[in-house]
């Protein structure tokens, strides 16, 4: 089974739709481990998605829309990162991440710590803004620094070649595709962008 666990460099990166479009584009499983907030990623993907693919029920759900270790705190829920198991499957699985890599599971664990737990390669979602560069660049020096299997980065939304090609230069990480900004997100549009994706 191949897994990829696809993070961001900010919570607004554009994971979702990221994850949407790997799992056309792969004919894959999705999975989304620590879920905070409603609705749910695994709702959102099932709507974007073929009804043939399989999304795999959460590890867990907490209700509040905040970071895991505040929203776990708030039910009560001692929550680590050594409490999933990755679903089983024959197929690619596609994992999505909690906001940004280093969102916190609680007082000591990240939750990109899952994709080491999980054995998965890092697909890294960057999205052009004022300091992208910047939390790009952060966030790379993090993975690679920490020995993550980082497959490459995907940049979403807005295109900037120069902001682009100095995040791969300096990186020297594959650009796993360019996702076009999207006034609609639906079935057609995902579709739409599987082309994009070089992977």
């Not at 004919?27 to 959102?44: L, R």
């Not at 029920?57 to 505040?70: D, K, T, Y």
Request: glycine letters at 6%; aromatic letters at 6%.
């Amino acid at each position: 089974m191949k897994k990829y666990f696809v993070t961001g460099i900010d919570t607004d990166s554009g994971k979702t739709i990221v994850s949407a479009i790997l799992v056309e584009k792969l004919k894959a499983d999705y999975w989304k481990p620590i879920q905070a907030g409603q609705p749910t990623d695994s709702d959102t993907i099932s709507s974007l998605v073929g009804r043939d693919k399989k999304i795999h029920p959460e590890g867990i759900v907490l209700q509040a829309p905040m970071s895991p270790h505040a929203a776990a705190e708030l039910e009560d829920i001692n929550l680590k990162a050594d409490q999933f198991s990755v679903p089983m499957t024959d197929n690619t699985l596609i994992i999505e991440g909690a906001g940004g890599l280093m969102v916190p599971i609680n007082d000591n664990e990240f939750v990109i710590g899952l994709a080491k737990i999980f054995d998965a390669q890092v697909i890294l979602v960057s999205r052009n803004y004022l300091g992208s560069i910047n939390h790009t660049m952060l966030s790379i020096d993090y993975l690679k620094s920490n020995g993550y299997d980082v497959a490459g980065i995907i940049f979403n939304d807005t295109p900037n070649r120069a902001t682009e090609d100095f995040i791969l230069n300096h990186s020297q990480l594959p650009c796993l595709g360019n996702i076009d900004p999207l006034t609609e997100v639906n079935n057609k549009t995902i579709q739409s962008q599987l082309q994009n994706i070089k992977l």
